[in-house]
């Protein structure tokens, strides 16, 4: 621990408890919305007449809206302190899933994204922050649980919406009902959240230094990069396997499995790494991973589908969560932290956002979808490369153009979450 650091780990047990209760709900409401759609893609079409192209808006709006949304996070949780953009975001999140009972149209479905999108946006640009305030010593760990809970709300989505649908005999009643957890969610938080942040009580940090840093664009290339790959396979590995034969419960199982193998990855990565805060090695094993499961993919695609759906969740799971930890590490104040998260989260989301869009494209060019599942192997490889830069001797020196960029005659802000 950094001896700046703030230790205010919640004195009693139970409100710690409630606090880690709020985390996994949280998560679990956070990427449920995005899988539910994947294995009901032919239903969707068939009823609001959208393309593959316009299928691929379901995934690259909310992700493109996350990634501005995070742009903006530092902005908003100065303005209405984290707590309430929290609860207000939940809120968002659960009105645009409870919204697509009523989608008639995929203009109107994909405004129910949009809507889901700016409420995620602003919920995991701010609440990391949150966590390394309340939790400082837990942080590897917290931010583990999380991520897997994010993790296993993607495998809840992608399972529970096609049995509902043939359950209830309608597409849109297995989406909305969606937003029930959501709404459980909210009541946690605003029972369990912290009146008063740190965060909330300094001024909002600027991002336009950081953006003159190339540490920062690194950040977001890598984590950008590497997030587009999910967004793809939660856009198109369920419709993939329905070209070959499966049905829409049978490929959204594949879904599921692979967003649990996320959910362990994430959980148990972190873990495993938190005692070196060199970080580099375990990403490697992770990006190994995903590597595998894209060849697999393209070269034997059912041979084993579930082991590559498997190996592929472990690979992004486990480098989501961890590369998390990665930019929180860059800086012990949370505010400063939660700013170069805010970046990268604000750039990556912006370029995985693309990746379904990209895969759709060409597979109206190839007719299928090997060339996306090719394009995200080179992906890999470029993260690979990219990831040897991240060592922790030189964090402080990266960081150090945020200092320089400083205008004139200002000196930096003091960070109140300093004693």
């Known amino acids: 621990m950094h001896p700046h650091e703030e230790t205010t780990l919640p004195t009693r047990p139970a409100h710690t408890l409630l606090l880690l209760a709020t985390v996994v709900l949280t998560g679990v409401n956070l990427r449920s919305f995005l899988t539910a759609a994947g294995p ?73 994204a949009a809507l889901c999108g700016l409420g995620v ?50 597409w849109r009643i297995a989406l909305a009902i969606l937003g ?31 953006l003159r840093c190339p540490r920062a664009w690194l950040l977001m290339l890598c984590f950008g990069l590497v997030n587009g790959g999910y967004s793809s396979l939660v856009a198109w590995l369920a419709p993939f396997y329905q070209t070959h034969g499966w049905s829409a419960a049978g490929s959204g199982s594949l879904v599921a499995v692979m967003t649990l193998s996320q959910a362990a990855a994430a959980l148990l990565l972190p873990i495993l790494a938190r005692r070196n805060l060199d970080r580099r090695t375990w990403l490697w094993h992770s990006l190994a991973l ?27 799971g486990g480098f989501f969560a961890l590369f998390m930890v990665v930019a929180l590490d860059h800086d ?4 400063h932290a939660a700013a170069l998260s805010a970046v990268m989260q604000g750039g990556g989301f912006l370029l995985a956002a693309l990746a379904p869009w990209l895969a759709a494209v060409l597979h109206d060019y190839t007719d299928g979808f090997t060339a996306g599942w090719l394009v995200h192997l080179g992906c890999i490889a ?32 003091p960070d109140a979450s300093l004693p």
């Open 290 to 316: 995903q590597a595998v499961a894209f060849m697999g993919l393209v070269a034997w695609p059912d041979l084993y589908p579930k082991l590559w759906a498997a190996v592929g969740g472990a690979g992004l």
């Open 382 to 413: 470029v993260v690979a490369g990219l990831t040897a830069r991240l060592s922790p001797a030189g964090y402080t020196d990266a960081l150090a153009c945020r200092e320089n960029a400083t205008p004139r005659g200002r000196s930096p802000e």
């Open 332 to 335: 012990h104040r949370p505010a």
């Open 40 to 112: 009901l893609a032919a239903d969707i079409q068939r009823s609001t007449g959208l393309s593959q192209q316009g299928m691929a808006w379901l995934t690259f709006l909310p992700v493109a809206l996350m990634g501005a949304g995070a742009f903006a996070s530092p902005w908003v949780a100065r303005k209405l302190g984290s707590r309430r953009a929290i609860l207000i975001a939940l809120a968002m999140l659960g009105l645009g899933s409870l919204l697509r009972f009523e989608a008639h149209s995929g203009l109107a479905l994909i405004g129910t």
């Open 121 to 170: 946006a602003v919920v995991q640009a701010v609440f990391p922050a949150v966590i390394k305030a309340q939790m400082p010593l837990w942080l590897a760990p917290v931010m583990g649980l999380y991520s897997a809970a994010m993790m296993g709300g993607g495998a809840l989505g992608a399972q529970l919406s096609p049995l509902m649908a043939h359950t209830l005999g309608d």
């Open 180 to 210: 029930l957890p959501c709404l459980l969610a909210l009541g946690l938080a605003w029972i369990a959240l912290p009146a008063s942040d740190t965060c909330s009580q300094t001024r909002p940090v600027p991002l336009a230094p950081l």
